[in-house]
């Protein structure tokens, strides 16, 4: 089955720096990558999603990159901000069976 | 809520009991599944439903159960034969078969054992 690394698993910044975590996994046929913000307390929310036939997708402040070669993608956070702090979660989908599976997530923390 | 509803919020189970949670959908999505999140370990499924009264086995399926009868509600029952029951428990639900764009959470029910 698939499996999904994810790195790190705390990340600790100052506003305004940028912020990435990098999510790898193992099964080639996975076409589908989306990310997950978890405010504490809170439920998973979907934030941006990446599908293999493109390499780069954007929205605003967050940006999500995929390299189907080496079989990684990265979320990229630019100018943080406090109300970014979660926990995320990456996820892959193992096509045919379209169950995603979960990396194990990254607790980023911004400092004001 | 969302569109999906997880009740109760919190649930106290004593050793050896059975408990419920519920989880319901006004979304008309066909797929619905049930996670368990502990800390440092991320989501793992439990059981999932692609369509009504048919349900498959996750990762973690040991010691819990669930049914489909109707396409808005997918419950969860732990049974006292799991023996880590405290958790926190997400159901989640999607459109369905075909293409797959991501997973709309509940809330969460915490259960704690006591």
């Known amino acids: 089955g698939e499996n999904v690394e994810q790195h790190p698993s705390t990340l600790s910044v100052q506003e305004g720096d940028s912020a990435v975590i990098k999510c790898t996994y193992s099964?080639?046929?996975?076409?589908?990558f989306p990310w997950y913000k978890q405010e504490l307390g809170k439920r998973p929310q979907l934030i941006i999603d990446?599908?293999?036939?493109?390499g780069e997708k954007k929205d605003q402040r967050i940006a999500v990159t995929l390299n189907k070669t080496a079989k990684h993608f990265s979320l990229h956070i630019t100018e943080t901000q406090p109300e970014d702090s979660a926990v995320y979660f990456c996820?892959?989908?193992?096509?045919?069976?379209?169950?995603?599976?979960f990396g194990r997530g990254t607790s980023l923390i911004v400092h004001p | 809520d969302g569109g999906i509803t997880q009740s109760p919020k919190y649930l106290f189970r004593k050793e050896g009991q059975n408990v419920t949670l519920s989880c319901e959908q006004n979304?008309?999505?066909?797929?619905m599944y049930w996670y368990r999140q502990d800390p440092g370990q991320g989501l793992r499924l439990i059981y999932y439903?692609?369509?009504?009264?048919?349900?498959q086995k996750g990762d973690i399926a040991e010691g819990y159960s669930v049914s489909r009868e109707k396409k808005e509600s997918f419950p969860l029952t732990v049974t006292s034969a799991q023996k880590n029951p405290t958790a926190f428990y997400l159901c989640?639900?999607?459109?369905?078969?075909?293409?797959?764009?991501?997973?709309?959470f509940g809330s969460g029910t915490r259960l704690t054992v006591v």
């Open positions: 989640a639900s999607s459109i369905g078969s075909g293409s797959f764009y991501g997973y709309t």
């Open positions: 099964d080639s046929a996975s076409n589908y």
């Open positions: 990446i599908r293999s036939n493109v």
């Open positions: 996820a892959a989908s193992p096509g045919g069976s379209y169950i995603p599976t």
């Open positions: 979304l008309n999505h066909d797929a």
């Open positions: 439903s692609q369509i009504v009264n048919d349900f």
